[in-house]
């Protein structure tokens, strides 16, 4: 059984910057990619970003595009989010996501880290 562990949401002015973690639980994992989704009030999950674990290539919704840069830490099983230039509309709860190798879309979820964005 793995876990997620998110860390480092919180409260900030628009404009400002925050920067998300995720580690996973156990070193021992075949991931095909590792990424980030977000939840809005009265709103569905939608999709953030995400960086495929073998070669990095990174992908954004086109909302974050130019604000947000996803990376990854190999050795500790870690996704990181660095947002910048936060607006309102980026106010949400952000979860991280595993897709392991051989699943057919990301099937571990962490247990999501409240972004709130003040105007």
């Known amino acids: 059984q793995v876990e997620l562990v998110e860390s480092g949401g919180g409260v900030v002015q628009s404009g400002g910057s925050l920067r998300l973690s995720c580690a996973a639980s156990r070193r021992t994992l075949s991931l095909y990619a590792m990424g980030w989704f977000r939840q809005a009030p009265g709103k569905e999950r939608e999709f953030v970003s995400s960086?495929?674990?073998?070669?990095?290539?990174?992908y954004y919704s086109d909302s974050v595009k130019g604000r947000f840069t996803i990376s990854r830490d190999i050795r500790k099983i870690a996704v990181y989010l660095q947002m910048n230039s936060l607006e309102p509309e980026d106010t949400a709860v952000y979860y991280c996501?595993?897709?392991?190798?051989?699943?057919?879309?990301?099937?571990?979820w962490g247990q999501g880290t409240q972004v709130t964005v003040s105007s």
């Open positions: 960086i495929r674990w073998s070669g990095g290539s990174t």
């Open positions: 996501a595993i897709h392991r190798v051989g699943a057919d879309n990301y099937d571990v």
